[in-house]
T-cell receptor, first 114, second 113 residues
Framework: EPEVTQTPSHQVTQMGQEVILRCVPISNHLYFYWYRQILGQKVEFLVS????????KSEIFDDQFSVERPDGSNFTLKIRSTKLEDSAMYFC????????????FGPGTRLTVL | AQSVTQLGSHVSVSEGALVLLRCNYS??????LFWYVQYPNQGLQLLLKYTSAATLVKGINGFEAEFKKSETSFHLTKPSAHMSDAAEYFCAVTLTAGNKLTFGGGTRVLVKP
């Protein structure tokens, strides 16, 4: 069964450093998403990506964040200068064009900013 | 705009008892509704989805949910809890294909032997 994969599973970084979180969506999917979940809180939408551009972004997704689909299979989230409050679990998701609109989630990357 | 409210951040049930998790939504148009489950240290797994077909939706692991437009609700039930049902459950809504999911706050289920 096809699945969304994410690497690394856990990333520890120092405040102010850049991090890149990687995702490989399901191969025939067209819409890609990043969500985050701060420990003990709800899952929050960050950004959606379609046709090689951002289709929607939340207030959280400020200039420190960027997304890219560099090679037609990977989908990355970059945080330019990490802050303590960026510590969270980051989930990648993808969906096709089905009217059922089911999003398939990856296992997540736990980002810890020290 | 859409929003989701899950009543009860924690629910404790005995093994074999009914599981009932409440979800109410707010949406300006007919929504697509989902329940996801998150086991400890894992990602989100789809339990079931409502897409404007049958109002009673059956999902995996014996769960089902009923869409009630008049009550703007999509409560999740399972007749008989199993120890393996201990997890966090999230209700989510979206309005159109390709749009973001808006999640409720989640309900953590504890199953007592």
């Amino acid at each position: 069964e096809p699945e969304v994969t994410q690497t690394p599973s856990h990333q520890v970084t120092q405040m102010g450093q850049e991090v890149i979180l990687r995702c490989v969506p399901i191969s025939n999917h067209l819409y890609f998403y990043w969500y985050r979940q701060i420990l003990g809180q709800k899952v929050e939408f960050l950004v959606s990506f379609y046709n090689n551009e951002i289709s929607e972004k939340s207030e959280i997704f400020d200039d420190q964040f960027s997304v890219e689909r560099p090679d037609g299979s990977n989908f990355t989230l970059k945080i330019r200068s990490t802050k303590l409050e960026d510590s969270a679990m980051y989930f990648c998701a993808s969906t096709g064009t089905s009217a059922y609109n089911e999003q398939f989630f990856g296992p997540g990357t736990r980002l810890t900013v020290l | 705009a859409q929003s989701v409210t899950q009543l009860g951040s924690h629910v404790s049930v005995s093994e074999g008892a009914l599981v009932l998790l409440r979800c109410n939504y707010s949406s300006s148009v007919p929504p697509y509704l989902f329940w996801y489950v998150q086991y400890p240290n894992q990602g989100l797994q789809l339990l079931l989805k409502y897409t404007s077909a049958a109002t009673l939706v059956k999902g995996i692991n014996g769960f089902e949910a009923e869409f009630k437009k008049s009550e703007t609700s999509f409560h999740l039930t399972k007749p008989s809890a199993h120890m393996s049902d201990a997890a966090e459950y999230f209700c989510a809504v979206t309005l159109t294909a390709g749009n973001k999911l808006t999640f409720g706050g989640g309900t953590r289920v504890l199953v007592k032997p």
